[in-house]
């Protein structure tokens, strides 16, 4: 059974450093062919896809938001962390992280993360 | 890379087909069929509904189907139910520096 969760702060304040963990189980980021993203929804807006990394600890990141991102993966935890630096109220979202197949969809999610950037 | 593009909503009255468009490039839709549905209501994670196109994972209800034609893709819905009343938004891979995208989002609602 897959699962993931997202945890990190509910609230950070600008210009601060966001960093957010995906806890994941029922499959290994050392598998050829798996990879996790990161994808983040502002409140009634859509998605917004941030960022990935593979098995083969390849990177990608969104084309805006590329100076701003870090995506790194602990393979013995089943972790994956974002970080993401100079934080804006404009960057208030529910974070998520999914599985992605090599078939391109993200095809299991986590429950997400609200975070509020405010001073 | 802009986000795909999607109607803001769609409605139907129960037991009607309705069918939502997702519109990109050559560089997005038109050039892979890496194309993915997902249905999310309100307060929830998104969920899987097609993949590659128009491939249904397991679990999903056959009303729910997926095809594509030149740079637009399309969810059609058919026999509608109250609880398929949600937003749908598609993603793409995409050649662009931007490995995946997403749609704009639509609003489904069962009158």
């Known amino acids: 059974q897959v699962t993931l969760r997202e945890s990190g702060p509910a609230l950070v304040k600008p210009t601060q450093t966001l960093t957010l963990t995906c806890t994941f189980s029922?499959?290994?980021?050392?598998?050829?062919?798996?990879?996790v993203s990161w994808i983040r929804q502002p409140p009634g807006k859509a998605l917004e896809w941030l960022a990935l990394?593979?098995?083969?600890?390849?990177?990608y990141y969104s084309t805006s938001l590329k100076t701003r991102l870090t995506i790194s993966k602990d393979t013995s935890k089943n972790q994956v962390v974002l970080t993401m630096t100079n934080m804006d109220p404009v960057d208030t979202a529910t974070y998520y992280c999914?599985?992605?197949?090599?078939?391109?969809?993200?095809?299991?999610w986590g429950q997400g993360t609200l975070v509020t950037v405010s001073s | 890379q802009s986000a795909l593009t999607q109607p803001a909503s769609v409605s139907g009255s129960p037991g009607q087909s309705i069918t939502i468009s997702c519109t990109g490039t050559?560089?997005?839709?038109?050039?892979?069929?890496?194309v993915s549905w997902y249905q999310q209501h309100p307060g929830k994670a998104p969920k899987l509904m097609i993949y590659?196109?128009?491939n249904r994972p397991s679990g999903v209800s056959n009303r729910f189907s997926g095809s594509k034609s030149g740079n637009t893709a399309s969810l059609t819905i058919s026999g509608l139910q109250a609880e398929d009343e949600a937003d749908y938004y598609c993603?793409?891979?995409?050649?662009?520096?931007?490995?995946?995208?997403f749609g704009t989002g639509t609003k489904v609602t069962v009158l």
């Open positions: 999914a599985r992605i197949r090599q078939s391109g969809e993200f095809d299991y």
């Open positions: 029922g499959f290994s980021l050392s598998t050829s062919g798996m990879c």
């Open positions: 990394i593979d098995w083969d600890d390849d990177k």
């Open positions: 050559s560089s997005d839709v038109g050039g892979y069929n890496y």
């Open positions: 590659e196109v128009s």
């Open positions: 993603s793409s891979y995409t050649s662009s520096s931007s490995l995946y995208v």
